[in-house]
């Protein structure tokens, strides 16, 4: 019987899947060039005064949005910001909210924990990196009357988004870092986000200045991140 182009499942068009099966050879070189790829990924704190094209963020943001999600609801808003104003302003914000997180809100416990790190209350890569990128979550959609619609799997969909995203990032050649001021409501009002969007996760995005050192800390071995149930 010859394949169909497409077929209907409840009603709805379901078409082709286009597979890109490779063999066993390319197969274990493909996914070990992509390890050893995003091995080298590391997280920047200090950006090169060096501009990245609004194009290739477009495409970023595009290839972050290919991400699954519940019931394909794609639950986010990816906020692309190169206005250096408002990069002041989202700076100020988060620096006081750190002020006060590290002076008062995190336990002594968590700042030691940071400090290979070398992290502080000081976000100069909130004015440095060419771009940020706020990615918020919609908890939930508002339809054409400004009713509340459902979302799934909020969390786990936007969570995989940034993922994604990162990985382009570092594919891109650039770095990014996942900064998460907290709390993070000041980035809804700056940005004039609408009621049902949440700030999620905040990436800077650029070339990392030259020299960079990054923390010198390993990465957990296969055998302490999974189990094999063969
Ligand atoms: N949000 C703070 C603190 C911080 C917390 C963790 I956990 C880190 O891995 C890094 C930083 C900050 O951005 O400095």
């Known amino acids: 019987m010859a ?3 497409h077929i209907s499942v409840n009603g709805h068009t379901h078409v082709l899947y286009k597979e890109n099966a490779l063999s066993q050879e390319e197969l274990i070189k493909q996914s070990e060039d992509f ?3 995003l091995d080298e990924r590391r997280s920047v704190r ?7 094209p609004k194009e290739v963020i477009e495409t970023l943001i595009k290839t972050a949005s290919t991400a699954p999600s519940g019931a394909h609801k794609q639950p986010w808003t990816f ?25 008062s809100r995190m336990s002594e416990r968590w700042k030691k924990d940071l400090e290979p790190m070398g992290t502080n209350m000081y976000k100069p890569f909130l004015e440095d990196a060419p771009w940020l990128i706020i990615i918020f979550k919609k908890v939930h959609d508002l339809d054409a009357d400004g009713k509340k619609v459902n979302n799934y799997y909020v969390n786990e969909s936007v969570g995989i ?3 994604m995203l990162i990985t382009a990032i570092h594919n891109a050649g650039l770095v990014t870092l996942t900064h998460t001021p907290s709390p993070m409501n000041f980035l809804a009002k700056l940005l004039g986000r609408p009621s049902n969007e ?21 990465r957990k071995p296969l055998n302490e991140v999974s189990e094999f149930y063969e």
Not at 199 to 207: D, E, I, T
């Open 161 to 163: 988004a940034a993922g």
């Open 3 to 5: 394949t169909e182009s």
């Open 198 to 218: 949440r700030a999620f996760l905040l990436l800077p995005v650029g070339y990392p200045k030259a020299p960079t050192y990054v923390p010198d800390i390993e």
């Open 79 to 103: 906020c692309a910001v190169s206005n250096s104003v408002l990069k002041t302003k989202i700076r100020a914000a988060a620096e006081a909210e750190e002020k006060e997180s590290y002076e």
């Open 35 to 37: 390890y050893k790829l």
């Open 46 to 52: 200090e950006y090169a005064d060096i501009p990245v």
